[in-house]
């Protein structure tokens, strides 16, 4: 009786509790979501992410809401020591942030992936190259990056490890000033062979070959970015930075061909994987 | 009053346009002081640069006014059907953005081009090497020269060249002896002209000759390549450009104020004032 | 140290039993000596540019050899005989990583490790103790070609000696796994060298 009377009393009473509780969970959730813009799908916009070149289709992947202007790592540190507008710099290098944040213009930078580099030959390889070893070989022109391009500086020290620098450099035919730029140039058959990230080359599959650079000359490829000092935007950039970090960010690197910033540990199959039954289409691994 | 507003707004607009042409020049040449620029000068790149500059630009331009006089003179006096348009198609280099006749170059005289084949099995190697940065200064300069002789060729009164003829003169002394003196004035102009757009040639030569210290690199080529690398090289050698083709436009601007005080010639003064 | 810092990596990698007490009491800062034998004392002097190429390509393969019987222990397939010359084996080319890498690091240059390297082997290559047996024969036998070609290219004496030693050791562990392969001990009378690219281009087939 009583409680009837109480609904009669307040008929919206319940309906009010309902509301303020729907709207409660809904503002949770808002705020759960502005405080985590790392949450996967999440675009930091209004900011500028200076990156090199073979960022290129990763980082809109990543994050499609920055701008990004892509372009040799040295000739994107040069812009920014003349005070052009980035919030955020990638470098597929650690020395050139290092060397900005000497000079006080980005904040600590932070390796985010590594790379390898290959050699790429046109589809129709008409210098018949199998091997690095083959680039020595009179007559065979190569195209290179620039020695203050990152990739380019990579290249000089695979060849020092290989004690090959004379006999390629003889056949250097052009110093690109951007990794894409080499590939293009491969790509269209202008060049014998060239120097460019195994990330690079996957994407333009048809066009052309890739040789193994041999890895016990491998250098050490990390790729470094860093917060820009004079940004405006310094948690939008930050949360860029995060972004990248994440276990999303790092997924996506991974899926598009870099590698992780620590290896793996190794899995060796030591059994063979079990035979399918008829019917079902699961798998197992031995290792 | 509305004289002296209008006056006010004539040289204002002239001081602006002025300030905004000359303000890029004059920071070229001041940014650093001459003493860091003459340094900058002695790095090799530079040395280089302008080896290979002065280098190709001298057989570009021999080429272009040795091919490019006969067409320009054809095509000033001829009248034949598609005249208009081949006139056109001379011209369009001069309007297509340099990637875009670098690719052009790639594709018809690169390694798997359409003539790269026919180039190889003649033993001519145009693939990154200074006759690849010949080909491409020609192709964009080429133009520029024609266009300039069209114009000067056809202010040459056809009178005159008639009257030599019958007078006894053959073709090839007409020419040379009428045609060309006559038109000298607009010759020249094109000449610097296509002269000063070669040697700052960009676009064209980095994507078809590639870059490489002492072999393909140009002037331009090294302002960009140490654009990233070292500033004060990049500035000293963009100071050097400016004073390179400025002395090539004003040696041109003196030289026909000189012609035309000579001789009061209403043809030269014609063909000046078609430059 | 380098030479514990291999060390570490080693026991991280899993190797198991034993084994690892005899190299465990290695000398700090110098390069460490086994019970055994001791390569060339002294130091190694300026070596040229491709001596150090060669050097590089050495630690490839030696990091390639100890990837390898760290797993093959690691897969239980071998026979107790065969796993204790695995073992045995992999405290060589641990020594011989560690020498190769000391000459590098006195040169004031960065060795390799197994931390910047991937290897990936043929499918089914540790199924059983057969397959294991199988690729062990071949990777010492490209072991010691690789070495028997350095040794002939390097131009440092002290270094191709040592080099030379770590060749006859390769050959102990081919003949030693050739049997346990059931094939026979020995048969070249002179076993083949490889060049410096053939030795890379072999190399290649093992990594990603």
Redo the contacts between chains.
């Keep these: 009786m009583r409680s009837m009377a109480t609904r009669a009393r307040n008929p919206g009473a319940r309906a009010r509790r309902r509301a303020a509780a729907a709207c409660a969970l809904a503002g949770a959730l808002a705020l759960f979501g502005v405080a985590s813009p790392t949450l996967a799908g999440a675009n930091v916009t209004g900011i500028t992410v200076y990156a090199a070149s073979s960022l290129t289709d990763v980082f809109p992947a990543i994050d499609p809401g920055p701008a990004y202007s892509f372009a040799?790592s040295?000739?994107l540190?040069?812009q920014i020591q003349l005070g052009a507008p980035a919030d955020v710099f990638a470098s597929a290098n650690t020395s050139i942030p290092a060397a900005l944040y000497a000079k006080g213009l980005v904040e600590q930078p932070v390796d985010f992936t590594r790379n390898t580099l290959v050699i790429v030959v046109p589809k129709?390889n008409?210098a018949s190259i199998s091997?690095?070893?083959d680039l020595t070989k009179p007559g065979v022109?190569i195209?290179i990056a620039?020695s203050?391009?990152p990739v380019g500086s990579y290249t000089l020290q695979i060849l020092?490890?290989?004690?090959?620098t004379k006999a390629v450099l003889a056949n250097?035919?052009?110093?690109?000033?951007d990794v894409r730029d080499v590939l293009a140039?491969v790509a269209?058959?202008?060049?014998d062979a060239g120097f460019v990230y195994s990330t690079d080359a996957q994407t333009v599959p048809g066009q052309v070959t890739v040789i193994?650079v041999?890895?016990?000359?491998?250098p050490?490829v990390t790729y470094a970015m860093a917060v820009v000092t004079h940004s405006p935007n310094q948690a939008a950039a930050q949360s860029f930075v995060n972004e990248v970090l994440s276990k999303a960010g790092q997924a996506k690197l991974l899926s598009y061909g870099f590698l992780p910033l620590v290896?793996p540990a190794?899995k060796?199959?030591?059994?063979?994987p079990a035979k399918h039954r008829p019917g079902k289409h699961k798998t197992t691994d031995?290792g | 009053m509305r004289r002296a507003l209008a006056a006010i707004a004539f040289f204002g607009a002239s001081a602006i346009a002025l300030a905004f042409l000359v303000l890029p020049l004059a920071a070229l040449l001041t940014h650093r002081s001459p003493a860091t620029l003459v340094s900058a000068l002695s790095n090799p790149v530079v040395g280089d640069a302008l080896l290979v500059s002065l280098k190709t630009s001298a057989v570009a331009q021999a080429l272009v006014l040795l091919f490019g006089t006969p067409t320009a003179y054809m095509l000033a006096t001829r009248r034949f059907r598609g005249r208009t348009l081949l006139l056109t198609l001379v011209e369009l280099p001069i309007v297509l953005p340099p990637a875009v006749a670098g690719i052009g170059l790639i594709v018809a005289f690169g390694r798997l081009g359409l003539a790269g084949g026919a180039l190889s099995a003649l033993g001519i190697d145009v693939s990154f090497n200074q006759a690849a940065v010949v080909a491409a200064v020609m192709f964009v300069s080429g133009p520029l020269y024609v266009r300039f002789a069209v114009a000067a060729f056809g202010a040459v009164d056809g009178q005159l060249v008639a009257a030599s003829r019958t007078l006894g003169a053959g073709p090839l002394r007409t020419f040379f002896r009428v045609v060309v003196p006559l038109a000298g004035g607009g010759l020249a102009a094109g000449a610097a002209l296509a002269l000063a757009r070669g040697l700052g040639e960009f676009g064209a030569t980095i994507m078809f000759a590639g870059s490489l210290q002492g072999v393909t690199q140009t002037l331009p080529l090294a302002i960009y390549a140490e654009f990233d690398n070292n500033l004060d090289v990049a500035l000293s050698i963009a100071a050097l450009f400016v004073i390179i083709t400025g002395a090539i436009l004003l040696s041109l601007k003196l030289t026909s104020v000189w012609h035309s005080s000579r001789s009061d010639s209403r043809y030269r003064a014609a063909s000046f004032a078609s430059s | 140290m380098t030479a514990e810092l291999t060390r570490s990596q080693l026991l991280r990698g899993g190797v198991r039993g034993g084994a690892t007490l005899l190299v465990a009491g290695s000398a700090l800062g110098a390069y460490a000596v086994s019970a055994q034998a001791a390569p060339p004392s002294g130091a190694v002097g300026p070596l040229a540019a491709a001596d150090l190429a060669n050097t590089r390509l050495l630690i490839g393969v030696e990091l390639l050899l100890i990837d390898f019987y760290t797993n093959a222990i690691a897969s239980r397939h071998l026979r107790a005989d065969a796993e204790a010359d695995a073992r045995l084996a992999l405290i060589n080319e641990a020594e011989h990583y560690d020498y190769l890498s000391f000459v590098l690091t006195s040169a004031g240059l960065v060795a390799l490790t197994s931390a910047d390297v991937d290897f990936t082997y043929p499918a089914g290559a540790y199924y059983t103790a057969d397959s294991v047996t199988a690729l062990a024969v071949t990777l010492e036998t490209l072991a010691l070609g690789a070495y028997l070609g350095a040794a002939g290219n390097l131009t440092n004496p002290v270094l191709a000696g040592a080099v030379a030693q770590i060749g006859a050791n390769e050959a102990q562990h081919v003949s030693v796994f050739s049997q346990h392969a059931k094939q026979p001990a020995f048969h070249d009378a002179f076993p083949a060298p490889l060049t410096t690219a053939e030795a890379s281009d072999a190399l290649d087939g093992y990594t990603s």
Excluded at chain 1, 268 to 272: E, H, K, L, Q, V
Aim: no cysteine; hydrophobic share 35%; net charge positive.
């Design positions: 040799g040295n000739a540190a040069a129709s008409p091997s690095i070893y022109t195209d620039g203050g391009v020092a490890n290989m004690n090959l250097v035919v052009s110093e690109e000033t140039k269209l058959g202008q060049v193994k041999p890895a016990w000359a491998q050490k290896k190794e060796i199959a030591t059994r063979p031995g």
